[in-house]
């Protein structure tokens, strides 16, 4: 059907040059745009998605594996992604490039950072952070029944794929990995701990609200290099949007909002905070940012 | 589990042996395991040799099929057809912007027309509960999201159905394609969701239409299963009289057999739409849009209220739809007397007709009867909230303390125990369980299922599984077999009890694991009690059904002998009902499987993680590598079983015969 769309829509282009000035109209389809499993990618796909529905856009939202997403993309099955973090997807997503299909439409000021974390009241119980080695020494205050002696690392879901595994193997460390299930998971452990300041590490990134609630710092790891397992993450990872390369053909002036997008590490954070913290749905959180902030996002639309 | 199995097949065995087989493969396991510091390493872990990269040949052969034969352009036009129906229902249900945009049908026609279809298949109850059903979708504020879910289901079941329907008259009319068919069959009921998934990804997409083509790949065996047994039992005579009547082959087929079958075909059909309901969570996962997707997201984010309200909705249509399609699986065909007035032949379309279009009228007036706003509908969100809160606030001590126990003292050591074994010695135990239930064969068939897991590398994790699906189900059993002891004490709680395990089991398994976030959090130990309470609904069941299903000549012999009732319980009514009690082990296993392998999304490190990494990363050949080595486990644990149950069926039955 798209395929078809599009080929008719570069038909009727065609015809249209030789016959005189072309005017580009948004087709009528559907923009289909990716919902994935943390707070402030669901509150800023709504967000673009009341901004594509003022300009005239019809809009659909489909939850998708934050993963398999850009193979979608390339095919034309969704058409963007509003948060492709360096970190957790570059590797998706310069594959995804490679084949062919899908580009970056753009990039959010942003800097983001993904890496294991700790809350503020761990360093006085393990003197010598946020240095690794010192974290490694005093493994066994992080144990849980579930570890034995080993220190608990607490990872995010498994399809963020990230290498902790890889790493704790890589590295020797006193460490087992256990997966939360989501990432409202792992902020339930960290509030559990909060409450009788059990030590805890677990993953972590900004920008995110957590940082507002729960001040705490990164564990500083060797730095990243192409490759490497024996390592930290990127320490200030981009933030981009991917996008369909029949996007721009399709609906001209949807992507010309979709490309001005570009949001701050402290909107973002807001963002989170709306839906994690308050404990909005989605939906009602992007509308409450838009009345928030209707200054930043006017400036965006045509 | 395998204690008791050799104990009981000692004693059906033959005895005059001094030493069996059998024996000697179980001492030989215990020496393998006595002595593992001694043995090679090569003995403990499957060696590098012994592991075939399978996932790279699997991968290699889908790359083939995929970009070389193409075949990614026909499945994607398949797709694309399916998208077309799609886009038809979505429009129609929930006003999706596609062709032919007249929708969407306010919920108080879609009210009217449930409530009717339910009164004409069932009279006054079962239109109160499809009614209802709808009722409470609609001002729940869940109506976009249900008819999201339906407008798959529609599109699915029908396909799904017709499919099943065709493909189980082949089987049935050619008996080598029916034998080609079985073992895939087995194969495909046994293999976990999650691995249908990924070559769907890859073939497909994802979206709701790749959502609606894996519930047709699951929702299809049981169709075809039930055609062909439908066909089956087809009595020759009816046959004959239609050949009599000069039937041509096609005819005989349209017009006699298939009608004949109605029933199992009907059964077939409500099957389906259980199967398509259990998918629809799950399908979430690769962009099924609708009350999955919500669902998933609310439990995610740990939002108990408004994911216990969706769990309502989910249940309702569940039960809605079940009864709705077994009525009319069970509803004979209506003959009205000659001269009866056309207005009167169709009384109930007409009225229907008639609400309809009063409905759609108010529904132009009134825009709350066309589309209950967000701000508009009610919620009990916060009341659950509030009362779960409280009530977590009672138990946690008492569930934490529980949850520590179970950990520290029960499952790691029992895990560590699992995993510390050498996989040779594993082996030697199956093949000793199937040399002493079915002889040589049998150890050969285990064998053949259970060596190939060694051989992908996947062995701890496998047995991660194992220690999790053999835990659930003994626990299970410990207090789901007293409890269907004490059901079949009478005879009118057992039939209350078969109708409540009939009704959980119409649940979507994805239900039971709402309640378990609530109590448990998220640790093993949730993942144990959603596995453990699915498990046990078959055991209660099977054990009613088994002890109820006894002849009553039996039950008096025993009291003419004067037998108290516990030694008639001990001796004769649970030997007699064991062979159905196996049969419930069997489906209790089968059900534990699925369940640990959803729970993965609780966070679990078995197999089920490790697929739902592979669906994540699109990697169709570890994916289907982890999907069989659940299915032969599975698999293995069914022949076991059902061998066993047949040599105790023979066994009881020769006793009787003799007495």
């Known amino acids: ?302 | 589990m395998s204690a008791s199995l050799d104990q009981h097949a000692a004693s059906v065995g033959n005895r005059s042996h001094p030493l069996q087989t059998w024996q000697i493969l179980l001492a030989l396991a215990f020496v393998l395991a006595v002595g593992k510091a001694l043995l090679p390493p090569g003995l403990v872990r499957p060696p590098e040799w012994m592991i075939l990269p399978f996932d790279d040949w699997i991968n290699a052969a889908f790359d083939f099929i995929r970009n070389d034969l193409g075949l990614v352009v026909v499945t994607r036009a398949i797709a694309d057809g399916i998208e077309w129906c799609l886009d038809v229902t979505g429009n129609l249900l929930y006003g999706r912007n596609r062709w032919p945009r007249i929708g969407p049908v306010p919920w108080s026609v879609v009210l009217v027309s449930m409530t009717m279809l339910g009164y004409a298949l069932g009279g006054w109850r079962l239109a109160a509960l499809a009614g209802g059903t709808i009722l409470w979708i609609a001002v729940m504020g869940q109506w976009r999201w249900s008819m999201e879910t339906l407008s798959v289901i529609l599109v699915a079941a029908p396909v799904s159905v017709l499919l099943g329907l065709v493909t189980g008259v082949a089987a049935w009319r050619w008996r080598a394609f029916e034998r080609v068919l079985n073992p895939l069959l087995n194969i495909a009921q046994s293999m976990p969701h999650f691995a249908y998934m990924i070559p769907v990804v890859v073939f497909i997409g994802v979206g709701p239409k790749a959502g609606a083509v894996v519930t047709i790949i699951f929702s299809v065996p049981p169709m075809i299963r039930l055609t062909l047994l439908g066909l089956r039992k087809v009595p020759s005579e009816v046959v004959e009289a239609g050949k009599m009547s000069g039937a041509s082959q096609w005819n005989l087929l349209t017009r006699v057999r298939i009608p004949t079958a109605r029933t199992e075909i009907l059964i077939g059909v409500n099957q389906v739409i259980m199967q398509c309901l259990a998918m629809v969570v799950l399908a979430s996962f690769i962009g099924m849009p609708g009350l999955g997707q919500r669902l998933l997201q609310m439990l995610q984010a740990l939002r108990i209220g408004p994911a216990f309200e969706i769990g309502i909705t989910i249940v309702l249509i569940a039960v809605t739809l079940d009864r709705l399609s077994r009525a009319w699986a069970m509803r004979k065909p209506v003959h009205h007397n000659p001269g009866t007035s056309w207005a009167r032949r169709h009384r109930l379309w007409l009225i229907w007709a008639g609400l309809a279009v009063a409905a759609w009228l108010l529904a132009q007036m009134v825009p709350y009867f066309h589309i209950v706003a967000r701000g508009q509908a009610l919620s009990l969100a916060g009341p659950i909230n509030a009362v779960v809160n409280a009530f977590l606030d009672v138990v946690s001590p008492f569930t934490e303390a529980l949850r520590r126990f179970l950990i520290v003292q029960v499952l790691i050591p029992f895990r560590d125990a699992i995993l510390w074994l050498p996989y040779t010695t594993v082996l030697a135990v199956v093949a000793a369980a199937g040399w002493a239930l079915g002889g040589w064969r049998s150890a050969l068939v285990c064998l053949a299922f259970i060596v190939p897991i060694a051989m992908t590398g996947w062995w701890d994790r496998a047995m991660i599984t194992v220690y999790t699906v053999l835990t659930a189900v003994t626990v299970a059993a410990l207090f789901g077999i007293p409890c269907g002891i004490w059901a079949a004490g009478k005879p009118s709680r057992a039939r209350r009890t078969l109708l409540v395990c009939d009704t959980l089991q119409t649940f979507p398994s994805f239900i039971y694991l709402i309640p378990v976030v609530m109590l448990f959090g998220v640790s093993d130990v949730a993942v144990l009690a959603a596995v453990m309470v699915f498990a046990a609904v078959p055991l209660v069941r099977y054990t009613v059904e088994g002890l109820t299903g006894i002849a009553p000549e039996m039950l008096e012999a025993g009291q003419m002998n004067g037998a108290t009732r516990w030694q008639a319980l001990r001796h004769i009514r649970l030997p007699l009902a064991f062979p159905t009690l196996l049969v419930g082990f069997n489906q209790s296993v089968m059900f534990a499987l699925f369940m640990v392998i959803i729970a993965a999304f609780i966070g679990t490190q078995d197999l089920g993680q490790e697929m739902q990494r592979a669906l994540s990363a699109t990697d169709v050949g570890k994916g289907l590598v982890l999907g069989f080595a659940v299915a032969f486990l599975g698999l293995m644990v069914d022949h076991l079983l059902m061998r066993w149950s047949d040599r105790v069926r023979t066994g009881n039955r020769r006793r009787q015969g003799a007495a």
Request: some cysteine; proline content about 6%.
């Open chain 1, 1 to 302: 059907m798209q395929r078809k769309a599009c080929l008719l829509a570069g038909a009727a282009a065609l015809a249209l040059s030789f016959g005189g000035p072309a005017m580009a109209e948004d087709s009528s389809d559907p923009i289909i745009i990716p919902i994935h499993n943390w707070s402030s990618q669901i509150v800023m796909s709504h967000i673009l998605g009341e901004m594509l529905t003022e300009n005239g856009n019809s809009v659909e939202f489909v939850s998708a594996d934050s993963q398999a997403v850009y193979e979608a993309i390339r095919l034309g099955d969704v058409h963007l992604q509003v948060e492709v973090w360096e970190g957790a997807f570059a590797e998706s997503f310069d594959a995804a490039r490679a084949q062919g299909g899908i580009h970056a439409a753009g990039a959010h000021d942003a800097i983001t950072r993904e890496e294991w974390w700790y809350p503020l009241w761990v360093k006085d119980q393990c003197p010598g952070l946020p240095d690794w080695e010192a974290l490694n020494a005093c493994a066994e205050i992080f144990a849980t029944p579930e570890t034995g002696d080993r220190g608990r690392f607490l990872g995010g879901p498994v399809d963020w794929l990230k290498n902790d595994h890889e790493r704790v193997e890589a590295m020797d460390l006193n460490f087992t990995v256990v997966n939360a299930g989501s990432a409202a998971a792992l902020w339930a452990e960290l509030a559990a701990a909060e409450r009788n300041e059990t030590p805890i590490v677990l993953f972590n990134w900004t920008p995110n609200f957590a940082e507002a609630v729960w001040p705490g710092e990164f564990v500083e790891f060797p730095p990243w290099e192409e490759g490497c397992l024996a390592c930290g993450h990127p320490a200030d990872g981009y933030l981009k949007i991917a996008a369909w390369d029949g996007m721009q053909e399709n609906w001209p002036s949807a992507y010309a909002i979709l490309s001005r997008l570009n949001f701050t590490n402290p909107q973002i954070a807001e963002m989170a905070r709306l839906v994690d913290v308050e404990g909005l749905d989605p939906e009602d959180a992007a509308i409450a940012w838009m009345e928030e902030n209707e200054d930043t996002w006017r400036a965006w639309m045509n």
